[in-house]
């Protein structure tokens, strides 16, 4: 019961965490458009200066982290969930085990989905055609080519 507990308070940590951070970032971000009654030279230097604050004290970094923050309270909770389940009653947790190990199966492989282009894209020979774009691109992605 302990460990159960120990995965879902984490989680809710977590996930409280990412919401909270989330409200602050937005409301940093809420001034950045606001140009509107100014001539186009003015907003321009706001805008850009807005922009440059942004960047300096971190904050796409910031806004990025909040999915990662997010990613690992679901799989603690997951986790959580099938030890739970599974000591409860197997019946209960083998379906739950299965749908847990889809969603993980799932976040790994389009995690690693743009790594995997990423070192196509890098080793292929100039006369083959250049793969599609791959859409799955997360802050632990980069993380991972950047690597």
Known sequence: ARHVNALWFSSLSLALTAALVGILCKQCVRLYPLTNNLDSLKAFSIRQ????????????????????FLEIAVVLFFVGLVYFTWNLDKLVGIPVLIIASFVGIFLIATTIAPFIQYIYVTLRRSFDPMPSQC???YPQSWLLIKA
């Open 49 to 68: 200066m807005r922009r440059e604050g942004l960047a300096s004290y971190g904050v796409p970094a910031t806004i990025a982290s909040i999915s990662i």
């Open 135 to 137: 859409p799955w691109k």
